[in-house]
């Protein structure tokens, strides 16, 4: 069983690191580079306190306002409103259609200056707090990485901005992942590292890039047991802590389907 920990939280360290060592196991952590070598919280980040400190249909409301805002005043390469909501506003297992719809347009929909300028206005307004404080408090330093390094943990790649890797153009790609590799140098083995998608996308381009400089294997975010003897050692799935207790007991049935699938 291989145990994944995504983003770089703080929690990493304060929980899971004591927990693993108490029971002899251990972590493989993916850390975005810019989580400890910047003082500024992950977009993503933004996106989940503003969700979870924002009634959902104000946060939506504010959302198109800022959007018509910042369309008016010249921003070219968004489609209207409109459009923009029947694209994204479609729920999926874990999230209502409109939660959809802040996340992809604040996450990828939109030109990258205006998504993190609206994402500042609108954690500003619901968490209150400065966002280089937030971020001492939410992600690992330096140090508390090579702690884990240095009890045994794995640590990988996870970009370095936290991208949607697979919408960008191969220069933004491969301008990242440079970056996330010089970031996590003390800690990888650059000639046999392991690379995790942010939000699991990815193309063709990004697989050849980490396949030519070193990477041994990807984890994607498709929800499924992981087979190493079937499919592309990049394209490896996984299952989400909510398809375990105490949210769930979805695992079971896809450890079955599993099963069924390596009989053949």
Same mark, same amino acid.
């Given at each position: 069983?291989?145990?994944? =920990?995504?983003?770089?939280?703080?929690?990493?360290?304060?929980?899971?690191? !004591?927990?693993?060592?108490?029971?002899?196991? %251990?972590?493989?952590?993916?850390?975005?580079?810019?989580?400890?070598?910047?003082?500024?919280?992950?977009?993503?980040?933004?996106?989940?306190?503003?969700?979870?400190?924002?009634?959902? /249909?104000?946060?939506? @409301?504010?959302?198109?306002?800022?959007?018509?805002?910042?369309?008016?005043?010249?921003?070219?390469? =968004?489609? !209207?409103?409109?459009?923009?909501?029947?694209?994204?506003?479609?729920?999926?297992?874990?999230?209502?259609? @409109?939660?959809?719809?802040?996340?992809?347009?604040?996450?990828?929909? *939109?030109?990258?200056? *205006?998504?993190?300028?609206?994402?500042?206005?609108?954690?500003?307004?619901?968490? /209150?707090?400065?966002?280089?404080? =937030?971020?001492?408090?939410?992600?690992?330093?330096?140090?508390? *990485?090579?702690?884990?390094?240095?009890?045994?943990?794995?640590?990988?790649?996870?970009?370095?901005?936290?991208?949607?890797?697979?919408?960008?153009?191969?220069?933004?790609?491969?301008?990242?992942?440079?970056?996330?590799?010089?970031?996590?140098?003390?800690?990888?083995?650059?000639?046999?590292?392991?690379?995790?998608?942010?939000?699991?996308?990815?193309?063709?381009?990004?697989?050849?890039?980490?396949?030519?400089?070193?990477?041994?294997?990807?984890?994607?975010?498709?929800?499924?047991?992981?087979?190493?003897?079937?499919?592309?050692?990049? %394209?490896?799935?996984?299952?989400?802590?909510?398809?375990?207790?105490?949210?769930?007991?979805?695992?079971?049935?896809?450890?079955?389907?599993?099963?069924?699938?390596?009989?053949?």
């Amino acid at each position: 069983m291989l145990l994944t =920990f995504d983003d770089g939280y703080i929690d990493n360290f304060t929980v899971a690191l !004591p927990l693993l060592r108490k029971h002899g196991m %251990q972590g493989s952590f993916f850390i975005p580079g810019k989580t400890f070598m910047e003082k500024t919280l992950l977009d993503v980040n933004k996106i989940h306190f503003i969700l979870a400190s924002a009634p959902e /249909g104000e946060l939506k @409301d504010d959302l198109l306002h800022l959007l018509s805002q910042y369309r008016g005043d010249g921003w070219p390469g =968004f489609a !209207p409103n409109e459009e923009l909501y029947e694209r994204y506003a479609v729920p999926n297992r874990f999230d209502s259609g @409109d939660v959809v719809f802040v996340k992809r347009v604040l996450q990828t929909a *939109i030109p990258e200056g *205006i998504r993190s300028e609206i994402a500042s206005i609108l954690f500003k307004k619901y968490v /209150g707090m400065p966002e280089s404080d =937030f971020s001492r408090e939410l992600y690992m330093n330096r140090d508390q *990485i090579r702690c884990l390094k240095g009890n045994g943990m794995f640590i990988g790649l996870h970009g370095y901005d936290h991208y949607w890797l697979g919408n960008l153009s191969r220069e933004e790609m491969e301008r990242d992942m440079e970056r996330a590799l010089e970031a996590m140098d003390e800690f990888i083995d650059t000639d046999g590292w392991v690379m995790n998608y942010p939000y699991g996308n990815y193309s063709g381009d990004v697989i050849r890039y980490i396949a030519g400089h070193g990477c041994r294997m990807g984890l994607t975010t498709e929800v499924g047991v992981a087979d190493l003897g079937a499919g592309s050692r990049y %394209q490896v799935p996984r299952l989400d802590c909510n398809d375990f207790p105490p949210k769930s007991e979805k695992y079971l049935g896809m450890l079955c389907r599993g099963r069924e699938g390596g009989k053949g």
